[in-house]
């Protein structure tokens, strides 16, 4: 660990500051100790000091995913919490917070103190766990989230396994009132999805698999906005994929209702159509869907609507993703391409830098409270650089993760992290 | 093992199209989860030509459970590209999602329905479907969609009754109407071991050109 060092000359993007600009940055014993953005007053720096020049790149606060599987305890063949953070830094990722959907449930303390301590030893980034809403995700009865939240997890959702139980839902709104912390709300009707893989349509019906309609999730979504509304509880609406979800979403943030939203980038950047040849690895929960949905999803990322794009990096071991597409599991491998893919959204004019990096760093921060996403002075030195015009091809062999279920397979991205600095630690990426 | 041909009936949609990717062997689907029963359909339409002379310009109604059928789906491709016109009837519950884009009509009624059909296709109804919430029950269903020789009056007078077996009597069809000289049931079981024997000669002989 350096004690003392200057990242210079780069392009600095801090939206908690409001920073555009070429600059420098200086980080002592890990933590950030001055940014200076007037070029013309270059600090003297003294041999002893190191120096990162970043010229020609851009310097970001440390990615924030508040939405990430690391599998561990009790998946370790899918991903461990070393591997997974071990990926998340080569995404750009300092932060990430994984979903209680391990064995065992991440619904007490002993369990999120588990998930801390194996990343003290073994992690690369720092982890913010979530914990489950109800005990063993079952949807019957409160976990112990003030036992939980004092352990260190900065939300609950019982993600993957919606609470069905509006009655339920409404208690863990009311109860997560007590510390102010967001229920994070998976928005699926199950029964209403009846085990559908796919989006359901014409393209469901050509390929005889059995759909999910888009008001499986808006259903959902409606209920959860009218129990926040009623408990006045803090709402978080997971990885938002069509077009109802963000009506109804908008329409809440409006009637000043306390709910914010989260999409991933597979959301907006393919359709259901990925699914055409039965690739397992474009079957994902919620399902991909039309163009409209993308159309509104992008337009809710403008808006504001949606506050954050997280990864929901759902790594799955390729044995169990070779199976018959209605067998195989749900999800994608998403922190190593979640940059990239966010980046198009700048390049099509539909965010600016500043609103990419709040989505992915300063919202998600905010909404868990936790004091990441920024370059102020005083903050850890949890800072991503990023060469913006470096093109690469996703290889998922080449991924950090274990998980190596990506539907984007041979694409080309533009923009890629060359640099993250977690944890005093200094990460180059080849 | 050096097969030539693999013929799969699986329970999930698509095993056939997955196989024929990583195998040399021809891959036969024989029926895969809800998606398609191709030779189910080519020996449906070997038998439609064989009483019509032809297929194009008749019109086809499909009576039953669509959603779960492959038979369905397949039909409705073949038909489609041959010139039928093609008529879906069952309870809203029963017809898949998007079925319409696939220039098919859709009748919940099967007096509307079979109205001047030339050709009537009934499908099996798995009886599990009641309870799970498809149909109230299978005595709603007769009064509904039952295939009666009432209803078949509705058709043109030399409709021909099909049905790919194994019948629920009395349910999807009478026996009245099964055994009636409307029927060509037992012509679609003959013609569906010569159809299935000219999909392997051909396969073999295609081989041997290639
Ligand atoms: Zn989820």
Known sequence: MLKQFFIKNGHIVDPSQGINSTGEIFIENGKIKSVKVSKSQSVKDSDT??????????????????????????????????????????????????????????????????????????????????????????????????????????????????????????????????????????????????????????????????????ASEDIMV????????????????????????????????????????????????????AVKDYNTNAKVNPPLRRDEDIEAIKEALKDGTIDVIATDHAPHHTDEKMLEFDRAPSGISGLETALGLSLRLVEEGILTIEGLIGKISLNPSKILGLEKGTLKAGADADITIVDMKKEHKVEAERFESMGKNTPFEGWVLKGRTVMTICKGNIFEIS | MGADF????????????????????????????????????????????????????????????????????????????????????????LIPSGIKEFGVEVFNSIEDGIHDADVIITLRLQLERQGKGFLPSVNEYFHLYTLTSRRLKLAKDDVIVMHPGPLNRGVEITSKVADSSHSVILEQVTNGIAVRMAVLYLLTGARENA
């Not at chain 1, 919606?162 to 009311?174: C, D, E, F, Y």
């Not at chain 1, 906005?225 to 994929?241: C, D, K, P, Q, W």
């Open chain 1, 49 to 214: 000091k190191k120096v990162i020049d970043a010229e020609g790149l851009y310097v970001f606060p440390g990615f924030v995913d508040m939405h990430t599987h690391l599998r561990e305890p009790g998946f370790q063949h899918k991903e461990t919490i070393r591997t997974g953070t071990l990926a998340a830094i080569k995404g750009g990722f300092t932060s990430v917070c994984p979903m209680p959907n391990t064995n065992p449930v991440n619904d007490n303390e002993a369990v999120t103190e588990f998930i801390l301590r194996k990343n003290y030893s073994e992690g690369s980034c720092y982890i913010f766990p979530i914990g489950a809403v109800t005990k063993g995700q079952r949807g019957e009865e409160l976990a112990e989230m003030w036992m939980m939240k004092k352990a260190g997890c900065v939300a609950f959702s019982d993600d993957g396994m919606p609470v069905m139980n509006s009655l339920i839902m409404r208690r863990a709104l009311g109860y997560s009132k007590i510390f102010d912390v967001p229920i994070i709300s998976h928005c699926e009707d199950i029964n209403l999805s009846d085990k559908g893989v796919m989006n359901e349509g014409k393209l469901s019906t050509l390929l005889g698999l059995k759909g999910v309609p888009c």
């Open chain 1, 222 to 273: 409606a209920r959860d906005i009218m129990l926040s509304e009623l408990t006045g509880g803090r709402l978080h609406i997971a990885h938002v994929s069509t077009k109802g979800s963000v009506r109804l979403i908008r329409d809440a943030k409006e009637r000043g209702i306390r709910v914010t939203a989260e999409t991933c980038p597979h959301y907006f950047s393919i359709t259901e159509a």
């Open chain 2, 6 to 93: 693999v013929v799969i009936r699986h329970a999930s949609a698509g095993v056939p199209y997955c196989l024929s990717k990583i195998l040399k062997a021809s891959v036969i689907n024989a029926g895969d989860g809800a998606n398609e029963h191709p030779t189910q359909a080519l020996l449906d339409m070997f038998t439609i030509k064989s009483s019509k002379g032809g297929i194009e310009g008749l019109t086809v109604a499909i009576i039953g459970d669509i959603a779960h059928s492959r038979v369905a789906r397949s039909n409705i491709y073949g038909l489609i590209k041959l010139g039928a016109k093609v008529r879906l009837i069952g309870p809203p519950t």
